[in-house]
């Protein structure tokens, strides 16, 4: 069964701090493995991008990595800002799985 | 980056009418565009894939003549939920693809009373 699994369902932390998101993935066939933040109420938009054959990918203060032998992706976020806030979904697949996401929220 | 638009952003109607949700790539062509519907806090659920110029691909489950898509233009595709009620009120969205990257329009709040 095609699905994407993330954990925690939600997440608090203090603005400066670090986090890691989690994402267990059994899709086929896969092609990429997607991670976006979404804002409430705005359309996701695309942090990070990788194929099989990536490890890990930056983005800015986003740094996501792919274990294609788990199944696995996390999404690291490092010093952490108020307009952090927001879901962080993971999709992967050819025909695109989006998971359920992770709610952040960055406190003051 | 690619740029994806949405009409209207939220629309509030009454049960019965037929509403019309626009989505347009701005500043590249798109041959395939996708259309989602997310209730809250949880995650996408793919509706339909739209390809320009022929008939939308729907996901099981989605019914066809109550969600009526054309892809007229490759800059261009519409979704028009017919005959609306009130389960049909959710967060509508939109996207393009551009080689790999897969761009988001800003979603349409949809509230049928």
């Known amino acids: 069964k095609n699905q994407v699994e993330q954990s925690p369902q939600s997440l608090i932390i203090l603005e400066g701090k670090n986090c890691t998101l989690q994402?267990?993935?059994?899709?086929?066939?896969?092609?990429?493995l997607r991670w976006y933040k979404q804002d409430t109420g705005r359309g996701p938009v695309s942090l990070t991008i990788m194929t099989f054959s990536e490890n890990t990918k930056s983005n800015g203060r986003y740094t996501a990595t792919l274990d294609a032998d788990t199944k696995q992706s996390s999404l690291h976020i490092t010093a952490s800002q108020l307009s952090d806030s927001a879901s962080y979904i993971c999709?992967?697949?050819?025909?695109?799985?989006f998971g359920a996401g992770t709610r952040l929220f960055v406190k003051a | 980056g690619a740029v994806v638009s949405q009409h209207p952003s939220w629309v509030i109607c009454k049960s019965g009418t037929s509403v019309k949700i626009e989505c347009r790539s701005l500043d590249f062509q798109a041959t395939t565009m996708f259309w989602y519907r997310q209730f809250p806090k949880q995650s996408l659920m793919l509706m339909a894939t739209s390809n320009e110029g022929s008939k939308a691909t729907y996901e099981q489950g989605v019914e066809k003549d109550k969600f009526l898509i054309n892809h007229a233009s490759l800059t261009l595709s519409t979704l028009t939920v017919t005959s609306a009620h009130p389960e049909d009120s959710s967060f509508y969205i939109c996207s393009a693809s551009e080689r790999r990257a897969q761009y988001f329009g800003p979603g349409t709040r949809l509230l049928v009373l």
């Open positions: 999709a992967g697949g050819f025909k695109t799985i």
């Open positions: 994402c267990n993935y059994t899709v086929s066939p896969f092609s990429n």
